[in-house]
């Protein structure tokens, strides 16, 4: 029982340090910093609506889609993920986790660019 629970712990780590290492140069890409961030919460809201219904696959095709749009090739790592539906699960939920928290950060950003000092 200690060893499965140490594998997925492995794994949830592995696929949190693939998709910390992929999110934000992908969404750099796609959404410059001229970008909208209503843009961004489109895409970020369904790739949630994907997953919250267990539409597992479906997210990481949209995600590897992403790539291909902004012109970044598709990760070896990623690659791996794509024998393994699990594999898959935990690392579309690390994605939206990291994609969350760019999309905060844009927020932060223009609210302070727009308080006048």
Do not use: C
């Not at 024998?83 to 223009?110: A, G, M």
Request: negative net charge.
């Amino acid at each position: 029982m200690k060893n499965d629970d140490n594998k997925i712990k492995d794994v949830r780590n592995a696929a949190n340090l693939i998709s910390g290492a992929y999110t934000l140069p992908l969404l750099e890409k796609l959404f410059p910093s001229s970008g909208k961030i209503s843009d961004m919460d489109d895409i970020y809201f369904a790739l949630a609506a994907l997953v919250d219904t267990d539409r597992i696959n479906e997210a990481f095709h949209m995600i590897r889609g992403m790539f291909g749009i902004s012109d970044m090739e598709w990760p070896q790592e990623l690659i791996q993920l794509e024998k393994s539906d699990e594999l898959q699960e935990t690392f579309v939920s690390e994605f939206i986790f990291d994609f969350y928290d760019v999309i905060e950060d844009k927020r932060l950003e223009t609210e302070e660019q727009e308080i006048p000092v």
